[in-house]
Nanobody, 122 residues
């Protein structure tokens, strides 16, 4: 099991930026692909971005492509989500999770963190 703790959320105006961090501990972090997801009130959890175990491969949801960047530092057991040009519709709780494969499928991720809230005001 990988323990995950997200941080970096907050309140930001539309057009602003935030950088989310996910700290991992437990099993060998570099064995896993890592993903970021978000969930707004009353909506299902949705895929945002994912990065392969090496960091060489990334995949993004169309809604964030060109605005968000996922990265990882295996030496520090960290995953990051740089969010630029934020929009009110990006408002949600953001979660990181681990997977054995680079995928957009929420059900293939496990060891979820507790989430960090991002609120974008118009």
């Amino acid at each position: 099991q990988v323990q995950l703790v997200e941080s970096g959320g907050g309140l930001v105006q539309a057009g602003g930026s935030l950088r989310l961090s996910c700290a991992a501990s437990g099993r060998t972090f570099s064995n896993y692909a890592m993903g970021w997801f978000r969930q707004a009130p009353g909506k299902e959890r949705e895929f945002v971005a994912a990065v392969s175990w090496s960091g060489a491969g990334t995949v993004y949801a169309d809604s964030v492509k060109g605005r968000f960047t996922i990265s990882r530092d295996n030496a520090k057991n960290m995953v990051y989500l740089q969010m630029n040009s934020l929009k009110p519709e990006d408002t949600a709780a953001y979660y990181c999770a681990a997977s054995s494969t680079l995928t957009v499928r929420v059900r293939l991720y496990y060891d979820w963190g507790q989430g960090t809230q991002v609120t974008v005001s118009s």
